[in-house]
């Protein structure tokens, strides 16, 4: 029942992402039913650039269009979807109206438009605001935009310029839907090729993070002395509410962030972080939605650029945090000397701790978020590939996250063996421990199994204990 779950759930926040379908119960409960009438034999139908057409289709039923008339409504949606593109994403006034009127009757047959908005506006597809003529919801917006994009790049040089210059601003929410929605709607290979490209350039001076025991060796005295991962006993469903309501206070605080990003200039160091995470979800949406008619190769090269990308931003950060944390500890010494509880004699191992804390948050942090975006349960041979080709700890602790999040197996044998290989690299090993301390929480495991688990892992188990990065530690 959790695996079922959350497939659907992976499915539905990815369809919910970013606010661009409204999280209302009736658009969630016509996803619920959609996912449950589609048959095996159409699975294609899933995919996310088929539920926004059938919620769209839905709308003009709604407003009892005939069927003979839906083309050219969803012809008269295109067309509006590229003028309002055009128009740095704002709405049309009535000027702009007359003009896109008399530009759309010299390339098609003429239209009764004022019939056409007033059906299309009682139905919930577009609405007027400060006498502006926009799309309602945002996913109808990137829906027709990228289809007149996805059809015209082919043939039009200037539109294979906005769709690059969409990717060079990729830390943007709407640039970064709209090239989504291009993926859904074309399934030509330029446009998978240049989201490769914009990856490629991203950190593209940095060498990966293979996260190997010679480069963590600062990490080792941290490791050894903070508290051991225990292994408590607790309810499934207890944990998975609260791991909901986390996530929910991260996506209510990420809108702020999401209005900041729009303001960066594509050459910021947050605008590349940002784009960084953005391609590989984007990397990840393909992945989902075409592994069954990508290629191979394609769907390899793209979940290896995901990979990719993300450990260079990961050895980009620690370069950053090698460089500078003698001026970060002492940064985080004065904020503690505020804190009349603290020895001024344990201050500076103090900080060095808190310093070092955040280091091992950043490296579980980008390896759990590139697994959680590149993730699928159909493409596990592409990950294996992968990591046969590049068998670094760090390509290992990402698939072996994904495999415990898609595939729901704590596999005894692959645990042991990456276990024996992590022995001498604590910082890796107690990564892998956290991962599978994870999954024990988040789904059911027999007793019997979890002692096993928990003795290949060399994992304490306790009763009621909190994790270690729950407690605090003072040396």
Same mark, same amino acid.
């Given at each position: 029942m959790y695996t079922e779950v959350d497939e659907i759930k992976i499915k539905? /926040?990815?369809?919910?992402r970013g606010n661009i379908l409204p999280s209302k119960p009736i658009y969630l409960l016509t996803l619920l039913q959609m996912f449950e009438s589609i048959t095996p034999q159409k699975v294609e139908l899933t995919s996310y650039g088929h539920c926004y057409q059938y919620l769209i289709? $839905?709308?003009? $039923? #709604?407003?009892?269009?005939?069927?003979? /008339? *839906?083309?050219? @409504?969803?012809?008269f949606l295109t067309e509006f979807g590229c003028a309002q593109f055009n128009n740095d994403g704002n709405g049309l006034s009535k000027k702009h109206l007359k003009s896109f009127h008399q530009e759309y009757e010299s390339k098609y047959l003429s239209i009764d438009m004022e019939k056409i908005i007033k059906d299309l506006v009682g !139905?919930?597809?577009l609405f007027v605001r400060n006498d502006l003529l926009l799309f309602k919801?945002?996913?109808?917006?990137?829906?027709?935009?990228?289809?007149?994009?996805?059809? =015209?790049?082919s043939n039009d040089a200037n539109v294979k310029k906005n769709i690059q210059a969409l990717l060079e601003n990729l830390h943007r929410e709407d640039c970064s839907n709209i090239i989504i929605f291009i993926t859904h709607h074309s399934r030509d290979n330029w446009i998978l090729d240049e989201i490769q490209i914009?990856?490629?350039?991203?950190? !593209?001076?940095?060498?990966?993070a293979g996260l190997e025991s010679a480069s963590l060796d600062f990490m080792s005295d941290f490791i050894d002395e903070i508290p051991d991962l225990i292994l408590e006993h607790k309810k499934v469903d207890d944990e998975r509410k609260r791991h909901d309501e986390t996530i929910q206070e991260i996506e209510e605080s990420s809108k702020e962030i999401e209005e900041s990003n729009a303001m960066l200039e594509p050459t910021d160091i947050l605008a590349k972080i940002n784009r960084t995470f953005k391609g590989i979800e984007i990397i990840g949406q393909i992945i989902r939605n075409r592994h069954g008619s990508l290629s191979k190769e394609k769907l390899e090269q793209l979940a290896e650029q995901a990979y990719s990308v993300g450990l260079r931003f990961l050895q980009f950060f620690l370069n950053i945090s090698d460089n500078s944390k003698e001026e970060v500890v002492k940064s985080i010494e004065h904020l503690l000397k505020e804190n009349p509880n603290i020895d001024n004699d344990k201050l500076e191992k103090e900080a060095k701790n808190i310093f070092l804390l955040l280091t091992y948050g950043a490296i579980y942090g980008v390896l759990r978020k590139v697994s959680m975006a590149v993730g699928s349960k159909e493409a596990e041979q592409i @990950?294996?590939?992968?990591?046969?080709?590049? %068998?670094? %700890?760090?390509?290992k602790l990402i698939n072996q996250a994904i495999y415990l999040q898609f595939n729901k197996n704590l596999d005894a044998k692959s645990l042991r063996?990456?276990? /024996?290989?992590?022995?001498?690299?604590?910082?890796?090993?107690?990564?892998?421990?956290?991962?599978?301390?994870?999954?024990? @929480?988040?789904? %059911? *495991?027999? @007793?019997?199994? #979890? $002692? $096993?688990i928990a003795e290949i892992l060399k994992i304490p188990v306790a009763?009621?204990? =909190?994790l270690g990065f729950q407690k605090s530690f003072r040396m």
């Open positions: 539905v /926040e990815g369809l919910a289709y $839905q709308a003009l $039923q #709604k407003a009892k269009i005939k069927n003979s /008339e *839906v083309e050219v @409504y969803i012809n !139905s919930g597809v919801y945002s996913y109808i917006y990137y829906f027709f935009t990228a289809k007149k994009l996805a059809e =015209s790049f914009c990856l490629m350039e991203l950190f !593209s001076d940095q060498k990966e @990950y294996k590939n992968i990591e046969d080709k590049i %068998p670094t %700890p760090a390509i063996t990456l276990s /024996e290989e992590f022995n001498k690299n604590p910082t890796c090993e107690r990564i892998l421990r956290e991962i599978v301390i994870r999954h024990i @929480y988040m789904f %059911p *495991v027999d @007793y019997k199994h #979890k $002692q $096993q009763a009621q204990v =909190s």
